[in-house]
């Protein structure tokens, strides 16, 4: 890290993934930006073994919270997660392309947006869809900038002037203190409003 004056000058991260975008998707579900490889037990969204996204998903749709984690490998099995995102419509991105981490690590708070997601033109390659949630605050600040609209209160949904759907979601890392129960529960609420679940 060089520091000069007040300026820190970071390395600009990309985002390591493409858009995960199923045929008939009918929700685009965002966080915000991967942690660092180091914590990935998988190749793909949610990588970090810590956070409860697929534990969420797998009690929900499969009705255990470990139905999409391998503890002999300990890690997630992609290929799973794959199907199931496939057959339930649901898009996979998150709402930075890319960042740098001013203190190192995955902390939202750290983490500075340098080029935020084309959202409409991602949303455009995905007809059926018509709302999109995001995972916990920060990634609910970049969307509501992009779509000019009010961050929604945690749990909840507002509809922006152009009739997309927009939810903000209590963030999946285990940082964040609400039991998975309780985060199922709004997720649950999200997903039956979609007819997802």
Known sequence: MEIIGNEINMPIEYHPWPPFVPD???????GTFPPGNHR?????YYP???NDFWKI????????????YDKVLKRYDVDAIRR??????????D???????????????????????????????MPQCHSVATTGEKAAGVVAAITSTEI?????????PDGLEIWRMPSTSRAYP????????HYSRMFRHIGIL
Do not use: H, Q
């Open 24 to 30: 008939g998707a009918k929700i685009l579900i965002m």
């Open 40 to 44: 990935w037990s998988m190749d793909f």
């Open 48 to 50: 970090n073994r810590t």
């Open 57 to 68: 998903c797998g009690l929900l749709f499969l009705g255990n919270p470990d139905a999409l």
């Open 84 to 93: 199931l995102m496939t057959e339930k419509r649901i898009a996979l991105n």
């Open 95 to 125: 709402t930075a392309r890319a960042v740098r981490r001013l203190k190192g690590n995955a902390s939202d708070k750290f983490l500075e947006i340098v080029e935020p997601v084309p959202l409409y033109e991602l949303l455009s390659e």
């Open 152 to 160: 929604p209160k945690m749990g909840t949904m507002i509809t922006a």
């Open 178 to 185: 609400l039991p998975l129960e309780k985060k199922a529960e």
